[in-house]
Structure formats: structure tokens, C-alpha cells
């Protein structure tokens, strides 16, 4: 995991579990939103909110995974932080609040530095098939 994952997981669960505010960390950095339209699904935030467009919108309905990000979240009795893959299309983004989530920017990007499996992809050609790529 990216150390700047690490440390907005550090953050993240310590303070805003409990905040009368919709807050959670995308790549690393918190946001905070006062007026977040409950209508809107995690990828349509993403895109049009953020502007994030790393992810991918295509079916819009959980079929293709092209929207595909990773959301970790703490457990509070286990204590431990998981982490798991959804596909944003489906997830209302009133869900994510206290969560993080990280989209393929958050993994690498050419401005920074490519993840070794970006490279790869970039190497070998590889296209955007729809799950494997917009996540990685
Ligand atoms: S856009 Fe196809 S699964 Fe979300």
C-alpha cells in the first residue's frame, strides 16, 4: 500500500467517524462536502465532482467493472483495515463516508510514477478491457 494511503487511514478513522459532515479520503486526501447529493453514486462523484476520471463509466450497472476502485475501511472490532474492491457505478455515495477510497490516479499516474504493473501494461500494449485497467 502506498505510505500516503497509510497515513490518510491513520487519519481517517480517527477523526470523521463521528462528523455531522460528509468526509472521506480519495488518493490520499480528505474530502469533506457539506452539501453532498445523496442521488449520486460514487463514480458519478468521482467524475464530475472531483474530476477524477481515471475511472471509467461504461455498463452503469455492475457488469463490466471498468468502474472498479478500492475502498478501505477500519473495523472497529477486529481493528483492522480492509480493503476491497466495488464497482462505483452501484455505490451510493453517501456509503463512502468515513471510508477511502482509491482510484487508479491513487495507484500511479505518469505525472508522479507508474505502478510496475502500469509500466507493464504500457509495454505490453495492453488495453483497457474494462476491470483490469481502470484499477490498476
Ligand atoms: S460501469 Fe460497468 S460496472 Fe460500473
Known sequence: MPPILQN?????????RCS??????????????KHVDPELTLLMYLRDVLYLK????SCGEGACGACSVMI???DPVSKKI???????????ICSVHGKAVTTVEGV??????LHPIQEELIRSYGLQCGFCTPVW
Not at 490518510?8 to 470523521?16: C, P, R, V, W, Y
Open 54 to 57: 481515471g475511472t471509467k463509466l
Open 108 to 113: 500511479g499516474s505518469v505525472a508522479d510514477k
Open 72 to 74: 478501505s475501511e477500519f
Open 8 to 16: 490518510a487511514h491513520s487519519e481517517l478513522f480517527s477523526d470523521i
Open 20 to 33: 455531522d459532515e460528509f468526509t472521506f479520503y480519495v488518493n490520499g486526501k480528505k474530502v469533506v462536502d
Open 82 to 92: 480492509s480493503h476491497h474492491c466495488v464497482t462505483a457505478c452501484l455505490v451510493p
